[in-house]
């Protein structure tokens, strides 16, 4: 007898919910709002899955999934009442470590949060989720010149907030970027 639908659902949750978490706080920089994000895509998914027939293709659905749940939060009205940079104003400062050292990945977090929501997106999904380029047109909805284009705009804006605050090197999924 095969599995109910239930216990594949759950096997496949337990494994996305990490990555969709972390997916969506590297765009949104919010761990509460990150893990709704997850959560509301994870929900939808749970609606749909006895209509599922292509299991393979579970994680880009919910991948886009996150990012439409998350850029439709960030249209409501209550969320534009902080600007970008009051946002990041809001954010403490890093603090060196007993080595006098500051933690990249917060700075990686915040110059993320300095360029704009599609080349972000690109940049998470082509470097952190290591998607490819046609992967992350697909999750986008968008064309395979445009992620390409996005991601290149991406990382030189990129470059220019880490430069920004004294970061030169800085790895970005497997790749290392260099201001």
Same mark, same amino acid.
Request: hydrophobic share 40%; net charge positive.
């Given at each position: 007898m095969g599995r109910s639908y239930d216990e594949e659902y759950v096997e496949f949750a337990d494994a996305a919910l990490p990555r969709l978490t972390r997916t969506a706080y590297l765009v949104c920089a919010d761990r509460h709002r990150a893990e709704? %994000?997850?959560?509301?895509?994870?929900?939808?998914?749970?609606? %749909?899955?006895?209509?599922?027939?292509?299991?393979?293709?579970?994680?880009?659905?919910?991948?886009?999934?996150?990012?439409? #749940?998350?850029?439709?939060?960030?249209?409501?009205?209550?969320?534009?009442?902080?600007?970008? #940079?009051?946002?990041?104003?809001?954010?403490?400062?890093?603090?060196?470590? #007993?080595?006098?050292?500051?933690?990249?990945?917060?700075?990686?977090?915040? %110059?993320?949060?300095?360029? #704009?929501?599609?080349?972000? %997106?690109?940049?998470?999904l082509r470097y952190f989720d290591d998607l490819s380029v046609e992967e992350t047109a697909s999750v986008l909805g968008c064309s395979v010149g445009t992620v390409k284009s996005q991601t290149a705009r991406g990382l030189h804006d990129l470059r220019v907030a880490l430069e920004s605050v004294g970061v030169t090197r800085i790895r970005i999924g497997k790749e290392v970027l260099a201001t």
């Open positions: 709704e %994000a997850a959560q509301q895509a994870l929900i939808k998914l749970y609606l %749909a899955w006895p209509r599922v027939q292509r299991r393979d293709g579970l994680m880009p659905y919910a991948r886009r999934t996150v990012l439409r #749940s998350l850029i439709d939060e960030a249209r409501r009205p209550w969320r534009r009442e902080l600007a970008d #940079s009051d946002l990041l104003e809001t954010l403490d400062q890093p603090q060196p470590d #007993s080595f006098g050292r500051i933690d990249e990945r917060l700075e990686l977090v915040r %110059a993320l949060q300095r360029i #704009s929501a599609r080349r972000r %997106a690109c940049i998470v």
